[in-house]
């Protein structure tokens, strides 16, 4: 059974219609792509609702999900700009685990292929 995604696109148009017509320059040029990464929702979320508290900000923290392209994205972000796995977690404000768990599990991921 194909899993079914929310139409984030639609969604954040929505809300930037609706509530925040202002910030409607900020998100254009990522609501012009054609298929939405989990970075680029984050990034949607952020510019949008901006970072309340610490408090929020640790439980959205904790509530993140990534699917197998934003993975392969942000490894690839790693590669990219030779980072560890301490900076990598600190840029994208995962933890350190989670990087190392994802390139075991992804560490022949050349064999797969992703968007850029």
Known sequence: MKRV???YKRIYTDIIARDH???EDQCNTILKKADLSMLDVIKLNNIIFGIKDKE???FNQMHRSYDKNTILE???YQDKNNLNNTQLANHFKL????VTKWKKHFSNR???S???
């Open 56 to 58: 929020t900000l640790v």
């Open 110 to 112: 050349h064999l797969h």
């Open 21 to 23: 017509p202002h910030k």
């Open 114 to 116: 992703f968007k850029a």
């Open 95 to 98: 933890s350190r685990n989670s």
């Open 74 to 76: 942000i490894l690839d």
């Open 5 to 7: 995604t929310p139409n």
